[in-house]
């Protein structure tokens, strides 16, 4: 039942990014292109003996994952955000040509004329087309609502269907609904603002100043095992000993960078959008960011220790 459920609102974004395509077909591919692809890089690793972690490649497959399932969503939000920043514009205008005689029809088709090529404008006509094969307005702007999934637009419509049934004056009741908006906007924009120094500090903390420090961590193990093992005669075994515990903590290392990635991640969307699923958006930048310090600081500091190049 949870998995349906998951299903069925993954299926919404789907729809709200105007993505024609089922939501298990698009999981299927996204995880076939993942698994192909992470494979591919654990070969690539081996083979060629990069001086990389093969769990490099479940890296590789998360952030292929998140790419592939999170671009719908990031469409999704970036089409609801653009619909919500030219509310305020288009109830203005509605109103005004309310308060000079015209209709609403009219409103929207000067909507779909103004605003061409934009996600309200498309909106705008779908209303319009509804209107005219017979829709009251009602239905028309639920139908608007259902088809935009942002908590503002279905309140706004909630507002202004329960002014039209209580005989309010429509034109008068977009201009306070615009205006109400435009400020709710503003707040957003404002929280973005002050806590744009916190996401700053996140990001340098999380996705690189700790990868760059265990990228130094990694490398001088390495400088110490080789130094020791060349200044006092150490068995075979020892030395397999040693490199065995270089490893569990360089996966260590690499597991807590992913794991901090990922909070990182959670607490950026908390304060700049309020949602925490909203970590998609940052999580396969930061982790590419995070690997690459870390593996740039490795190899750049084994370039001085160890002579390699």
Not at 226 to 244: D, H, P, V, W, Y
Request: aromatic residues 8%.
């Amino acid at each position: 039942m949870m998995f349906m459920n998951i299903i069925k609102e993954y299926q919404a974004w789907l729809k709200q990014a105007q993505w024609n395509v089922s939501a298990v077909q698009w999981i299927i591919l996204s995880a076939f292109l993942g698994i192909a692809i992470s494979t591919a890089a654990y070969f690539v690793i081996t083979v060629s003996k990069l001086p990389i972690s093969p769990l490099m490649a479940l890296v590789v497959l998360f952030v292929v994952l998140d790419l592939m399932l999170g671009y719908p969503y990031f469409r999704a939000v970036r089409r609801i955000n653009s619909i919500e920043e030219d509310l305020p514009n288009a109830f203005k205008q509605i109103s005004d040509t309310l308060k000079a005689g015209g209709t609403f029809e009219f409103a929207l088709r000067e909507i779909s004329t103004s605003m061409e090529r934009t996600p309200l404008q498309e909106e705008a006509t779908e209303i319009l087309r509804k209107l005219e094969e017979g829709q009251n307005l009602e239905n028309a702007l639920k139908g608007f609502a259902e088809n935009v999934n942002s908590r503002l637009v279905k309140r706004t419509v909630n507002i202004i269907i329960d002014s039209i049934e209580s005989g309010a004056g429509l034109s008068d009741v977009l201009d306070k609904i615009a205006d109400d908006v435009r400020e709710t906007h503003k707040i957003v924009k404002e929280r973005k603002a002050t806590t744009l120094m916190q996401v700053l500090f996140l990001v340098a903390a999380g996705a690189i100043v700790a990868p760059f420090i265990f990228g130094l961590v990694s490398t001088i193990i390495d400088f110490l095992i080789i130094s020791t093992s060349q200044g006092i005669r150490l068995t075979a075994e020892q030395i397999a000993t040693a490199k065995n515990a270089r490893d569990t903590i360089v996966n260590l290392l690499q597991s807590y960078i992913f794991i901090e990635v990922l909070a990182c991640s959670a607490m950026i969307a908390v304060m700049r959008e309020g949602r925490p699923v909203k970590s998609v958006l940052y999580i396969p930048i930061l982790l590419l960011i995070a690997f690459l310090i870390y593996y740039a600081s490795s190899l750049a500091i084994a370039g001085l220790l160890l002579g390699r190049h």
